[in-house]
Structures are given as structure tokens and as C-alpha cells.
């Protein structure tokens, strides 16, 4: 198992850095491995392979499985329920879900408690198939509000269409390179295992992979 995440991390490394030079780009994206449903024997072995960014979905899932590890960026990867907010500020280094005031709101009281800054990132909807995020024309309104209320805005995140339709993805990744030329920050969390080439072509600077490095996961969890 070990060998085969280095191998797959390494391989993964090698075409992404292929994809960004031949867009044209000169920085290659951030590499954030998404653990849900792994083991922590998994997540582990991640950070052995060199990987320092570590996402997850849920937060009861993460708090016992990612307490302790050697220092790495935790990102919350799941939808923002307003009374997990304390927890997900306590368990986490950076939200990338924030798709409504009110869960800002939540977060951003939570950080002010635990003496935080909370860097976030604007989540929008570029998908019919998905069910949260802002809409994209209305992300820099929320951005706003959202520093006004003391949150470290760094940029936004998508999940793209769940399609096979190449033109389709990238219409839509198009869209969230538009409305993240608006918000400003360093980061546009773009693309997953499927999709990530088509996103680093339209400008991610973040990655979020999970299949690609541990292999398909059980089924249900989303
Ligand atoms: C699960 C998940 C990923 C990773 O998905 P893969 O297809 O396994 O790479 C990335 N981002 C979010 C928000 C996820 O929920």
C-alpha cells in the first residue's frame, strides 16, 4: 500500500507538472490529498509520501483520525453546518465550503473564540448536479461580507459538473476562473481525480484528489 501511494502520488506529480507546462503556466498547483473514508493509517503514509495538505468531508470522521499528526494543512472539505462550526475551527486549518453568510458567520464567531484566523475559501455551485455553493454572481457580494466579518478570504472553490463532456467541464471551470478574477486571493480550488487536467488548464490553483492516490473508495460516501 505504501509503495503503491508513492508510486501513484509520484505519477500524479510527473503529469501535473506535464499539464502545467503545457498550459503555459509557470506554478503548479497545490496537491490537497482528500482522506475521507481512508484510515488513518492512510492519511499517515500521505504525509510520509511528502503530501502536506490533507482534506476531509466530515468533521466527527476527521476529529479522532487526523488528531496528532505531524504538521500538515487540514482542509474541511464538507458542507458548513452552522453547530459543527466550533468544531470544524478547532479540527481544521482552512474551510473551503463557505457558501452562505450565516455558516461565515458561525465560523468566523468560532475563530474569534479560539483566538483564529480562519483563511476560507468562497464555495460556488458550477454544476447542476451539485447542491451547495453560491451562486457565482453573487460570490464577490459574499466574499465581501464574509471579510467583514473577520474570515481570511483566500479565494474560491468548485466542484465541477459530474460529467464526461469535456466542453461541459470546461464551460463550467471557465465560469469559476471568472467570478475568482473578481474575488481575488491566491487560490482557485479546482478539479478532483477526474477532472483535475481540464481545471489546471483553466487556471486551479489547487488541486483536490482522492481517487488518484488511494484508489476507488467504498461505496456511499460522497
Ligand atoms: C471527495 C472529494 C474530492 C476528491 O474526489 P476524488 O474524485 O476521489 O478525487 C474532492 N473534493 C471534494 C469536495 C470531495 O468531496
Not at 20 to 48: W, Y
Not at 180 to 192: E, H
Not at 203 to 218: C, D, H, Q, Y
Request: charged share 25%; aromatic share 4%.
Amino acid at each position: 500500500m505504501e509503495l503503491e501511494l508513492r508510486g501513484r502520488y509520484r505519477a500524479l506529480n510527473a503529469e501535473l507538472a506535464d499539464v502545467v507546462r503545457a498550459a503555459g503556466r509557470s506554478n503548479v498547483p497545490t496537491v490537497v490529498a482528500v482522506t475521507k473514508t481512508q484510515p488513518r493509517s492512510a492519511v499517515l503514509e500521505a504525509i510520509d509520501a511528502g503530501i502536506r495538505d490533507i482534506g476531509e468531508n466530515y468533521y466527527q470522521e476527521a476529529r479522532g483520525k487526523l488528531a496528532g499528526l505531524p504538521p500538515v494543512r487540514k482542509h474541511f472539505l464538507g458542507h458548513v453546518q452552522t453547530n459543527k462550526a466550533k468544531g470544524i475551527v478547532e479540527e481544521f486549518d482552512m474551510v473551503q465550503t463557505v457558501d452562505r453568510l450565516d455558516a461565515g458567520r458561525a465560523l468566523a464567531k468560532a475563530a474569534r473564540g479560539l483566538g483564529k484566523t480562519l483563511p476560507v475559501l468562497v464555495q460556488i455551485n458550477i454544476s447542476p448536479t451539485e447542491r451547495y455553493g453560491a451562486d457565482p454572481a453573487e460570490a464577490e457580494r459574499l466574499a465581501d461580507q464574509l471579510r467583514q466579518e473577520g474570515l481570511q478570504v483566500d479565494g474560491l472553490m468548485a466542484i465541477g459538473p459530474n460529467s464526461t463532456d469535456q466542453s461541459e467541464v470546461r464551460r463550467a471551470f471557465e465560469r469559476a476562473a471568472q467570478a475568482f478574477s473578481r474575488v481575488g486571493g491566491s487560490t482557485l480550488s479546482l478539479g478532483m481525480s477526474g477532472d483535475w487536467r481540464e481545471a489546471v488548464r483553466c487556471g486551479s490553483t489547487m488541486i483536490r484528489v482522492g481517487t488518484s492516490l488511494f484508489g476507488p473508495r467504498a461505496a456511499k460516501a460522497k
